[in-house]
């Protein structure tokens, strides 16, 4: 078991570097480039839904915590901002709280489509935590022998 933990404030700048240390992360899962990519898509919006959703652009800190076993990827990205009022309503695809943005209501869409697992627990005025993991089983079983 490998575990990395990173705190940084809610910028967006920081949204490049959350997305490659958590793929640089990956590395020794021997990932191939579209599972790689996959778990950086899924990072991005997490990460950006805490800048845009959760603080509002505001000042805040974002967590990225990751663990590895061999062959799985656990990550889990949280804030402490506005947090979700409606967590179903929210997983819904194409639902956005600020359509004035252009935004597209994918980001949870996505990152359940581009990962094993997914999950998100939210406190109204307390924070989200988004948690995803990555199964590299078949590719591991497939590099036996």
């Not at 950086?40 to 990225?64: D, L, M, P, Q």
């Amino acid at each position: 078991m490998n575990e990395m933990v990173l705190k940084f404030p809610a910028k967006s700048e920081n949204e490049v570097f959350a997305r490659n240390a958590v793929a640089a992360f990956a590395l020794p899962l021997n990932p191939s480039l579209s599972e790689l990519s996959d778990v950086k898509t899924a990072v991005s919006e997490a990460v950006t839904n805490c800048i845009v959703h959760g603080y509002r652009g505001g000042e805040g800190w974002i967590t990225v915590t990751c663990r590895t076993d061999g062959v799985r990827l656990e990550v889990e990205i949280s804030d402490e901002g506005r947090g979700i009022r409606d967590i179903k309503k929210a997983l819904e695809p194409f639902y956005t709280t600020l359509p004035s943005e252009e935004r597209s209501g994918m980001g949870f869409t996505i990152m359940q489509t581009f990962m094993t697992e997914f999950s998100v627990e939210s406190t109204e005025g307390a924070g989200t935590k988004v948690r995803m993991c990555k199964d590299f089983t078949v590719k591991a079983e497939r590099n036996v022998g």
